[in-house]
């Protein structure tokens, strides 16, 4: 009888090297120094060595404690978070400033423990982002602000240009994998809410980015599924990557998905409309050599894709 999936060894392709070197330890210094927490290193993400040792990290603003409780993220969990801190847009956007980023992601946790989830600070983050560093494009992963459209809206006017949002996981195993709070029609609705709340007050164009992980149970038709269904509210990028277990209270790994599957992931999802897919066993939401091609489809101005009308 086969061993559980997270007891075997990982597949070569999974395994990565230790982070280190000179690159890693100044943003680890610096974010230290500045208090600023990072999804790199509280959601484990196996790619930091490569991410930091490169230049580049994606913030984690609002502190580094979630409200929720999905069973797939490493990011501590409680009822409360900690009180904001009001001069953190400030520390992020210095942050991009001395490490000289044209690509800058940011995401948050949670925080349905705040009069508008944490919307307003959002939208400085972004603004102070935008004031302090003008050429960095800037890509914004949100919660689902539990689908308010006023606190989506003050997020879209602080211009984000690519804003992401991610299902996590196809629609039959949503219940098992994240909070119950996250339902995958709502996490679809705010992403077809932002795409045509921008289309109809910005002047420029704001893109729309979504993720997926697989090894967790789903099937390939779920697979095609959900990408029918980001398709439809208008999402343009899109990131497929390998589940891996933080710890034994985490859910466990059903499948270690081969390398290929990933590249027959990848093709279907371009050969169905998607702007850019990345997709592989350690690619990440925030995923570094995505962010190259994202940035010059905005460069060139490809307009971003449009909801299905309903």
Known sequence: MAAPAERRRLPDWLKVRPPGGDAY?????????RNLATVCEEAQCPNVGECWGGGTATFMVMGDTCTRGCRFCAVNTQKEGRPLDP????????????????????????????????ASHVATCIDTVHKECPDTLVEFLITDFQGEEDLLALVVDA?????????ETVR????TVRDARADYDQSLDVLRFAKRYAMRTLEKPMYTKSSI?????????????????LLDVGVDFLTIGQYLRPSNKHLAVQDFVRPETFE??????????FKYVASGPLVRSSYRAGEYYIRNTIEQGDGPLEPTPR
Do not use: F, W
């Not at 211009?159 to 299902?167: D, I, M, Q, S, Y």
């Not at 039959?172 to 219940?175: H, M």
């Open 25 to 33: 330890k100044r943003i680890k210094m610096m974010r230290t120094e």
């Open 87 to 118: 001069l953190e847009p400030a520390k992020l956007a210095a942050s991009v400033q001395e490490m000289d980023l044209d690509y800058v992601v940011v995401t948050s946790v949670d925080r349905d423990d705040l009069p508008d989830q944490g």
């Open 159 to 167: 211009k984000p240009h690519v804003l992401a949002h991610n299902v």
């Open 172 to 175: 039959r195993l949503t219940p």
């Open 213 to 229: 992980m697989v090894g967790l149970g789903e099937t390939t038709e779920e697979v095609e599924e959900t990408m029918d269904d």
């Open 264 to 273: 027959r992931y990848e093709t279907i999802g371009l050969e169905k409309g």
